[in-house]
């Protein structure tokens, strides 16, 4: 039956309208889900693979366009990847110092996380010469913020604004160890000098204002790096150069991918779903932290550790949920689940502040601007902080006409949204989904009851 609550048109073999419109008598979620793997472990299980000597399995990887646009790039550098898929993918590596030169440009397509980390590793290959590019939304992104530190440590990074935007050329060379003080917490400023740290020789190290997710740290480890974590200061010290050994990787569900799932749940009446095999290392899980808060009523299950990750199953039902202030160090462990977070406060009562997240005008989009425009298009009333958003909830949802931004956060919180509006919701460019989530849509199907 839920075929008529969800229609898909799509228009030139590319752009999709989603249209979604619940029946006049609502409806409610009910299933078992199995989320994608998750998107930064699988770039990180890729990109080790490929400079570790021998063989790496992957198994769970996520088949989202931006693990692809890593597996294309390293390719193109001399790694052998078998097909990928979510079973299990080989990567045969070509061991420390032995990317090759690509005879074309690199394209890491809509992927920071692609560009960012790939930069430590090229500027810190001696000899030779990379030009890396990304789509027209990864082309605004800021890339001095690794730029920077990497010129630190000898690099020759070329690119428009002072080398902050791409395309940028890369001359590698042989890089000298620095102590970074990062101003943002991010992993993926982190990881990139922790790559560019591991072909230099010597001691470098990165310190965070915060806690970024840790999944390189974890990761490095596994293959065999020399690394120091100091907890207490946030910093992170590579012993350079280490040979890295393939291993084998079980990428566990996403957990970026689970909030959808987690605030729809909670949002839709009389719903309750199990989403299996979620990755909950603790540098992301500020979602749980923050719907708790909210009063949702989650529960962990089964709870175990895989491969070195902690995993487990989660239960959502339907709940009351109320407001709360989000901000501070919970921030970094939550930036990519903050556009779901403002739907879950549309539904809350009382008026939810979201602050310190400055970091989410440069991501995909500008996260604050387009959720504040989209929601109150439908209704909502959202008001635009410079770092964040302030939300006042109990206002009832209308469906409208409305915009991804071509940011796949941006088209599935607004696809949860429309589950609770009434009329009819089109979401523009909704086909971003597949960047970290292709069978988005199939699923909603599968678990919506009428
Ligand atoms: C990621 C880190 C985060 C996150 C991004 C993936 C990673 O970015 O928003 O989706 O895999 O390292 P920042 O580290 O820049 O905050």
Redesign the pocket.
Known sequence: MSHSVITVETQENVSQKLFIQPPTSGLSLQGRIRIPGD??IS??ALMLGAIAQGQTQIKGLLLGEDPCSTASCFQAMGAEISELNSELVTVTGIGLGNLQEPTDVLNAGNS??TM??MLGLLASHPGRFFTVTGDSSLRTRPMSRVVKPLQQMGAQIWGRKDGSLAPLAISGQALKPIHYHSP????????CILLAGLLTEGQTTVTEPAL??D??ERMLKAFGAKLDIDPQTHSVTITGPTQLVGQTVVVPGDI?SAAFWLVAGAIVPNSELVIENVGVNPTRTGILEALAMMGADIQRLNEREVAGEPVADLRVRSSRLQSCTIAGEII?RL??EIPILSVASVFATGTTVIKDAA?LRV?ESDRIAVMAQQLNKMGAKVTELPDGMEITGGTPLVGTDVDSYTDHRIAMSLAIAALVATGKTTIQRAEAASISYPNFVPTLETVISQ
């Open positions: 998107k930064s770039h990180r920071g996380t960012r980390l943002i917490a991010s992993a993926q400023v982190k990881s970024s997710r999944h390189s970026s970094p930036i990519d970091e991501k």
